[in-house]
């Protein structure tokens, strides 16, 4: 089994700053890419950050320059560090990681139970 669990949501004012961590834990063998993706209500999810194992990052459009996604993998753990946060920013924030389990020949996608992040104006 795998788990991802994150934390570090909450509620914060506009021009603040959170840091969301995911722990990924279970009979992991590897981890592929890490990231961050987030639903606002009525809204499609979206991808906000990724990180591969190789430490290649993408980032939507909105958070370029205010988030940063990083990892460590001595710990199966991936962060996202959200600076300057707007309004648009509050959403569930979800992680996901692609990998692959001790036992099984192919890799996996799997998800976090989510996050709320509220930025007040």
């Known amino acids: 089994q795998v788990q991802l669990v994150e934390s570090g949501g909450g509620l914060v004012q506009a021009g603040g700053s959170l840091r969301l961590s995911c722990a990924a834990s279970?009979?992991?063998?590897?981890?592929?890419?890490m990231g961050w993706y987030r639903q606002a209500p009525g809204k499609q999810r979206e991808l906000v950050a990724r990180?591969?194992?190789?430490?290649?990052?993408n980032y939507a459009d909105s958070v370029k320059g205010r988030f940063t996604v990083s990892r460590d993998d001595a710990k199966n753990t991936v962060y996202l560090q959200m600076n300057s946060l707007r309004p648009e920013d509050t959403a569930v924030y979800y992680c996901?990681?692609?990998?692959?389990?001790?036992?099984?020949?192919?890799?996996?996608?799997?998800w976090g139970q989510g996050t709320q992040v509220t930025v007040s104006s």
């Open positions: 996901n990681a692609d990998l692959l389990r001790v036992g099984v020949m192919r890799s996996g996608n799997y």
């Open positions: 279970g009979s992991i063998f590897s981890i592929n890419a």
């Open positions: 990180i591969t194992r190789g430490g290649s990052t």
